[in-house]
């Protein structure tokens, strides 16, 4: 199997993806990493690493979302992707990539969905005063974080936690929890029924 991480920025969740296929922990190659961002730090964590493809485009070189996403997708079949897994990648994909690659994008959300959702999350639950908040992982469709839940987890919001501890703890959660997700998503774990994925075994 052959994997695919798409980042837009610091990548610390890419580079718990790599320590993970180094330890065998996801049973997988990292074949690609791709960025829409030139001096996203991802793409240096991917380099560093020794990633076999390591790519970027900017959006601005193309007339519109779709052009990019079939551009990314071509790259991504080239290459003989299996799943796609979204790691701060900061750009909404367009119904070409979705097409493309149905029911295998991953991608992972600082907040438990459907609450707070967008592009501030930690900051919005901390805001709002939330007293739990926690990590999702889902299946990418045509919504923003919408499509099915695969794997979810908790956090708490302590009274004496700052926006800098909370977020500290979420990212500790996700490093944990995206790589035993995509491990087992690749291990044919999870049955998609409608929007509902259970657990097989
Ligand atoms: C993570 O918090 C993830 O949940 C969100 O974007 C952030 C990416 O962080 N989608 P990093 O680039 O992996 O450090």
């Known amino acids: 199997m052959n994997i695919a991480v798409l980042a837009s920025g610091n990548g610390s969740n890419l580079q718990a993806i790599i320590s993970a296929v180094r330890a065998k922990k996801i049973k997988a190659v990292l074949k690609v990493v791709f960025s ?4 996203a730090y991802a793409l240096t964590r991917a380099k560093k690493a020794g990633v076999p493809v390591v790519a970027h485009m900017s959006a601005k070189d193309f007339s519109s979302r779709e052009a990019f996403d079939a551009a990314v997708v071509a790259l991504l079949k080239k290459e003989k992707i299996d799943l796609v897994v979204l790691a701060g990648y900061m750009r909404i994909l367009s119904s070409v990539f979705i097409k493309a690659y149905r029911d295998r994008i991953l991608n992972i959300h600082p907040a438990l969905l459907p609450a707070f959702k967008g592009a501030h999350a930690i900051s919005d639950a901390f805001g709002y005063g939330a007293k739990i908040t926690g990590v ?14 695969v794997a979810q987890a908790s956090v708490e919001i302590k009274p004496k936690d700052t926006l800098a501890i909370l977020t500290a703890r979420i990212h500790k959660i996700e490093h944990a929890l995206y790589p035993r ?6 291990r044919g774990k999870f049955k998609v029924v409608g929007r509902v994925i259970k657990r097989r075994g």
């Open 136 to 149: 999702t992982i889902h299946l990418v469709d045509e919504e923003v974080d919408h499509g099915p839940i």
């Open 181 to 186: 997700t995509i491990d087992a998503f690749l």
């Open 36 to 39: 829409d961002k030139a001096d």
